[in-house]
């Protein structure tokens, strides 16, 4: 069964770090795409970024190039989303899903973790 | 921004059926495929239909896609309260060179 995992919900404060993770199991963790979507609270879902955590080939929605990081340990079937400021405007639920990619065409999402809920407060 | 439009909300009896849009461009549902996700409250999204009127092992076949043109919709016949949901549709964009989203339908079952 595939199943994807996302660590738990985080309260930061402005201006820290922060990193989460997704872990795969139940399928070929290196030969899937796996993407981040964003949805703040009450609000629709917005595509982030993807990785192959084969070769760790990534590419970034413009929205969100230079703000986060995408990286992957594939030695341990982990995804991560990590942010080195954050602002209050990154609170949110995070949730990461494996992408089914065709010549760097996201054709579709299939499996699609819990999500991670990323509380920024002072 | 999402580029996909959609009506924020739909509603029905139970048996009902119910339709949703999706209006798009020629730069992402005219040249690509239409994925639809259903979203239960405090749940993560599922895919629902892929590759325009496909649906995944599982889903029920009161669940239907088509796409003609820019636009595509979303069909649920047979409307149950299990249904209660926010759909959203997603296609690749050619120009902006990522995936976006539709706005999102909140579908309320009277």
């Known amino acids: 069964e595939v199943q994807l995992v996302q660590s738990g919900a985080e309260v930061k404060k402005p201006g820290e770090s922060l990193k989460i993770s997704c872990k795969g199991s139940?399928?070929?963790?290196?030969?899937?795409?796996i993407g981040w979507v964003r949805q703040m609270p009450g609000k629709g879902l917005e595509w982030m970024g993807i990785?192959?955590?084969?070769?760790?080939?990534?590419r970034y929605s413009p929205s969100f190039q230079g703000q986060v990081t995408i990286s992957a340990d594939k030695s341990i079937s982990t995804a991560y989303l990590q942010w080195s400021s954050l602002k209050a405007s990154d609170t949110a639920m995070y949730y990461c899903a494996r992408c089914y990619v065709v010549r760097g065409v996201i054709l579709l999402l299939d499996y699609w973790g819990q999500g991670t809920l990323v509380t920024v407060s002072s | 921004q999402s580029v996909l439009t959609q009506p924020p909300s739909a509603s029905g009896t139970p048996g009902q059926r119910v339709t949703i849009s999706c209006s798009g461009s020629?730069?992402?549902?005219?040249?690509?495929?239409v994925n639809w996700y259903q979203q239960l409250p405090g749940t993560a999204p599922k895919l629902l239909i892929y590759?325009?009127?496909q649906r995944p092992s599982g889903v029920p076949d009161r669940f239907s896609g088509s796409k003609s043109g820019t636009s595509a919709s979303l069909a649920i016949s047979g409307l149950q309260s299990e249904d209660e949901a926010d759909y959203y549709c997603a296609a690749w964009d050619d120009s902006l060179n990522g995936l976006v989203f539709g706005t999102g339908t909140k579908v309320t079952v009277l």
């Open positions: 020629s730069s992402n549902i005219g040249s690509n495929t």
């Open positions: 990785i192959y955590p084969g070769d760790s080939d990534t």
């Open positions: 139940g399928y070929s963790f290196t030969s899937y795409w």
């Open positions: 590759r325009n009127n």
